[in-house]
């Protein structure tokens, strides 16, 4: 365990960086109660971890976070502004703290390196993120790949997907939470850790032995269609069939899946199996350097590259757009009938004409204008006759 702990530089004397444990799971699974204990157990180890809480829900935290979206959302404000209900409030306020996940980030990247500032503070090597109950909320929004994606891109980035033991102990439940376990890895592509939580209250064993042995789960099938554990009508044990069969059909399809995972019991009540959980976090981080990060790499630099062919596209489209601007008389021209060129003749013709206009009339003009002045003048000479006229009369 202490390796775990201890593993702050690597071999060629650079800081490790921290390894990022996202807490998600069901309503009600534990994954607070969880954090909490997984918080203290760093801190126990003189290893406290950096932690993040990204549920503006919660209305009382059990542990301190360093960066707590309730900061910097209010939930109620949004609720209220956006007129909106708990989830889709929740839904808003992730995409409001996902407009800051560069700073969050940089925040994270100042603590994971040895700050010259403070050289008695150790970089950290555990980042701790608790998540909205609401496990879709997270995992299936676009702000929740956002701050997922960006968090991988920096840290080997793990899932601790959070079992309610005791809940999971029917068939159907335990299928029901594999299947959104499955979804989660297959959708984040991140490794992932099944914490099996309160064995306090439950052992967990059947449910590895499930996961491991498919007879065995086909036996607990059989029993609880004998018990009549999915339904139906009073009277007829298995109810309507469908689920068994369903519930056999899924098994079969996970066992693949089962193969990705850690599994782990826990009791964060208790505090028990709480070391394993960290060996599994120090397997999970180097497969994630081993596997995760190159597929991470190739597909980011796909999306780049995706990217620029996009840009390049848009450029070469404006650039068409430009040149069908500046050549729009041309090509008009070009595509002109020859009726229309006719027309085009024909308003040359008139070009010149009115050219011949402009001259005839500039000429006419001057004539014109020679012409009153003339008669200005004879009329002048008139005024001046009849005035001359008018004075021989009065004297
Ligand atoms: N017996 C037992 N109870 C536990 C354990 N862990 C959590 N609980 C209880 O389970 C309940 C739910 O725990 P939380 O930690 O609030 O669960 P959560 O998943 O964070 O809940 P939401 O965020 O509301 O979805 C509480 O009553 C806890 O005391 C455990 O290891 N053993």
Known sequence: MDSVLAAATSPEGQTEKPVVVVCVGMAGSGKTTFMQRINAHLH???EPPYVINLDPAVTHSPFASNIDIRDSVNYKKVMEEYNLGPNGAIMTSLNLFTTKVDQVLGLLEKRAA??????????????????PGQIEVFVWSAS??????????SFPTIIAYVVDTPRTSSTSTFMSNMLYACS???????????????????????AKEWMTDWEAFQAALNNDENNNSFGGQEGEGSGSGYMGSLLNSMSLMLEEFYNHLSVVSVSSLHGTGIDDFFEAVKEKA??????????????????????????????????????????ASTSAVGNIKPEDEDMEVLSTDEESEDELDDEQ??????????????HQDESTTEDASFVKYLHSQRG
């Open 184 to 206: 989660i890895l297959y959708k984040t592509r991140l490794p992932m850790i099944v914490v099996f939580n309160k064995t306090d209250a439950k052992d967990a064993s059947f």
């Open 114 to 131: 040895p700050d010259p500032e403070h050289p008695t503070r150790k970089p950290v090597k555990h980042i701790l993120v608790d998540t």
């Open 44 to 46: 126990g180890k003189k």
């Open 286 to 327: 180097e497969e994630f350097k081993r596997d995760y990060q190159p597929e991470l790499d190739r597909r980011r630099a796909e999306r780049e590259e995706n990217k620029k062919k996009q840009r390049e596209k848009e450029l070469e489209k404006m650039m068409k757009g430009m040149s069908m601007d500046t050549t």
């Open 361 to 374: 009339d500039k000429e006419g003009l001057q004539a014109r204008y020679e012409a009153a002045m003339l």
């Open 144 to 153: 929740g790949s956002i701050l997922l994606d960006s968090l991988a891109s």
